[in-house]
């Protein structure tokens, strides 16, 4: 089975270890994973944002890049949310390329629900040694139905304790660049998440959305708590002893 | 309704550090959600008739223009005298002079969100006529000098101990200190005016096509009094409000209801089909429907139609993150959260309120329990094309989002731009590895602090690894 491994653009540029710990999760589970050296950026901040044609860009450079492959996976439910939601809606006047992305779009998948959906993998080697809470990111959550896969893979590990929070479905106030647009709204969402996640007394936030992660960790450590480590759910699945590149 | 929409932001600012706002926001929370995700346990198969509502709604505006004539000709057969207004101006107007020909000085109204639109009450009062809100919520708000907050409880923003201090001082009694209290003196101060007004305003959740009647869903009982017991009785209400049949009827009001306040059925439901009749015993002389378009017809047709289905049960914003943190002020007009960020851009101009659709994450949420499937994130999308292709967004978002795109779609130049950006991100990081300050993304950086990147790309490391 051949994978491309779609990294996001920004796990390319904030978090490699993601990318790297995705990788590592897919070879073990059997893939023969590649990772297309022209990828960027699913456009999706572009199309939120009111410009369509950002949508249209990239959703032509991802077919161009990952077409040839059997599936194609994302450790991120938005972007792969972008590709499978919305791509199919960029092209209507083109039905042959409509076609083509939808096709692409259906091979198309966030990791968690790769691994156990279409793998089904029953048996992670991984350990970490702590408590957990999960987030639950909007566009996985809601576009792809993400929710019990993460949880189903978490309980794989070794060692790993999950405790919910309360309203684990509630949006962290990221939104993209709603994070910035109304930045004092995203921050008190953020707020929110965060005493909701610390009431847990987990030793982790987990979730399976970088930019979450990003603002719920900047807030976090903005209100000086430097202890609760904030991670990627790749990250607890392929273990600690993950290189760092 | 004074707009104010357009001061978005700084109305945000304001909300999110008054502290009594957020204090009662905080109380009533998740009341509505967790009362709605109760009562729909109730109905096995919910997703079965969110699509029948949504396909009812979606034939009604199909053929409005068929559908409402329908109404007119039934409604006209039963005794109601209909009025057609085009704009906001018109419904106060055509009210006025109903008013006046029949010699009315004193109305009283249940809630009509739709009479807020065209700032009836203010627009009476200046032709001398007295209107007094029924509703409790709208009561206090009206004592208040407020505008409503909410589109099925107006005034959730206040505080018991808030409306207790308004009762005491306008109705000079001793200060009430629990609700069955302060709804009893609501209830004495309103007895009067019930009985001595000539008119009676409504609201109208629905208009049915088959038979000319107006539907209204209420739990307080004022709708009642208000559409009985005066000599004149207006509908207020607006044209995408029209249902083919009472069967229709009885498949959204399952919705409706569970939605809303998270009741499997509200109080009253009335069927309002004319004036009274030979040999009834009670029920107005006169019946007037007033059919109000202000904008609506303008969405017919269009990608945004789909907003035109709503069925006002407030679920979205019960359910917006946003709404949550904000309340429905904020948002400067008639219709607060995800729907009022999609309806009030429509009606009042997208330039008069651009930063209602940016004022969403677009997690979902509403979607979701939208009991007829308004696709509101993607509507809210659609706006967003608009300010973006309209040049109505700021230069420097228009910028970086074309230099985006421009970048992302040359790999060489963006491999070469990530490598530099994250290293110097990454030492400005420091010890610590969090960036306090970024110029230009002060609206991140002023509550939050930056987790720095890590300082080389993964495709550097993955093709360092490779070789």
New interface residues.
């Given amino acids: 089975m051949r994978v491309g491994l779609f990294?996001t653009?920004l796990?390319?540029?904030?978090?490699?270890?993601i990318?790297?710990a995705a990788l590592k999760l897919l070879e073990n589970a059997g893939c023969e994973v590649v990772?297309p050296?022209?990828?960027?950026?699913c456009?999706q901040?572009?199309?939120?944002?009111?410009?369509?044609?950002?949508g249209r860009?990239?959703a032509r450079?991802f077919l161009a890049d990952f077409e040839s492959f059997d599936y194609v996976v994302a450790p991120s439910g938005s972007c792969t949310g972008m590709i499978r939601c919305h791509y199919g809606e960029l092209f209507p006047d083109d039905t042959v390329l409509q076609h083509r992305l939808d096709a692409l779009s259906q091979r198309t998948f966030e990791l968690t629900d790769f691994l156990v959906t279409v793998l089904k993998v029953e048996r992670l080697d991984s350990f970490f040694q702590g408590t957990i809470t999960y987030h639950d990111s909007?566009?996985g959550l809601?576009?792809l139905n993400v929710k019990h896969q993460p949880r189903q893979l978490m309980g794989q590990v070794v060692g790993a304790q999950l405790r919910e929070m309360n309203k684990p479905?509630?949006?962290c106030?990221?939104?993209?660049?709603?994070?910035?647009?109304?930045?004092?709204?995203?921050?008190?969402?953020?707020d929110?998440k965060c005493q909701d996640a610390l009431a847990t007394k987990a030793d982790a936030i987990v979730g399976g959305d970088l930019g979450c992660l990003?603002?719920i960790?900047?807030?976090l450590?903005?209100l000086g708590d430097?202890t609760t480590q904030?991670l990627h759910v790749a990250e607890v699945l392929a273990g600690p002893e993950l290189g760092?590149? | 309704m004074q707009l104010t929409s357009f001061y978005f932001k700084s109305n945000v600012r304001r909300k999110l550090i008054d502290p009594l706002l957020q204090r009662n926001m905080k109380r009533f929370g998740g009341r509505f959600v967790e009362a709605r995700a109760a009562v729909m346990t109730e109905v096995d198969n919910l997703e079965t008739i969110r699509v029948a509502a949504a396909a009812i709604r979606d034939r009604s505006l199909a053929n409005l223009d068929s559908y409402l004539v329908a109404f007119e000709e039934q409604a006209l057969a039963r005794g109601s005298q209909v009025h057609w207004a085009e704009t906001a101006q018109d419904v106060n107007r055509i009210l006025i002079e109903i008013a006046q020909s029949n010699g009315v000085k004193k109305i009283v109204k249940s809630k009509s969100m739709v009479s807020e639109e065209s700032g009836l009450n203010d627009a009476v009062e200046a032709v001398g006529i007295q209107a007094i809100e029924t509703d409790l919520g709208e009561y206090i708000l009206q004592l208040a000098h407020e505008p409503p907050s909410h589109i099925i409880a107006p005034a959730i923003h206040k505080s018991l101990e808030e409306v207790a201090a308004l009762f005491s001082e306008n109705h000079h009694t001793p200060r009430q200190t629990d609700i069955p209290a302060l709804c009893r003196e609501a209830r004495e101060q309103l007895r009067p005016h019930f009985l001595s007004a000539e008119m009676g305003i409504s609201g109208g959740n629905f208009l049915i096509a088959e038979t000319g009647s107006v539907v209204i869903v209420t739990n307080e009982g004022n709708g009642r009094m208000v559409t009985t017991l005066p000599r004149i009785h207006v509908t207020i209400t607006g044209i995408e409000k029209v249902l083919p049949t009472l069967n229709d009827f009885s498949t959204i009001v399952r919705l409706l209801t569970r939605s809303a306040t998270g009741q499997s059925i509200t109080n009253y439901v009335s069927m309002l089909t004319g004036p009274r009749q030979e040999g009834d015993l009670d029920g107005p002389g006169q019946s007037h429907i007033i059919l109000v378009d202000s904008g609506r017809s303008r969405l017919l047709g269009t990608e945004m139609q789909e907003a035109l289905r709503c069925i006002r049960c407030g679920a979205c914003m019960n359910h917006c993150p946003v709404y949550q943190n904000i309340g429905g002020h904020a948002y400067g007009w008639v219709y607060p959260g995800p729907i009022g960020a999609v309806l009030t851009p429509s009606y009042v101009g997208l330039k008069n309120a651009l930063d209602l659709p940016q004022a969403s994450t677009l997690c979902g949420a509403c979607q979701v329990v939208c009991p007829v499937k308004i696709p509101l994130p993607e509507l809210m999308r659609v706006l967003r094309e608009k300010s973006f292709e309209q040049g109505l967004r700021p230069w420097h978002e228009r910028l970086f989002i074309r230099l985006w795109r421009g970048v992302a779609n040359r790999p060489r130049l963006y491999a070469l731009m990530t490598q530099v950006g994250v290293r110097v991100l990454s030492l400005l990081g420091g010890k610590k590895k969090l960036l306090h300050h970024l110029p230009g993304l002060d609206g991140w950086t002023d509550g939050r602090d930056m987790p720095a990147p890590q300082g080389k790309t993964f495709r550097e490391l993955y093709r360092k690894r490779r070789s």
Avoid: H, Y
Wanted: charge should be positive.
């Fill in positions: 990294v653009c796990v390319d540029m904030m978090r490699p270890r990318g790297f990772v050296p022209n990828q960027t950026c456009g901040p572009g199309f939120n944002s009111g410009d369509r044609e950002s860009v990239m450079r909007c566009s809601r576009e479905e509630l949006c106030g990221f939104g993209g660049t709603f994070s910035i647009k109304l930045g004092e709204i995203a921050t008190r969402m953020a929110n990003l603002n960790e900047g807030r450590r903005r430097d904030v760092q590149g």
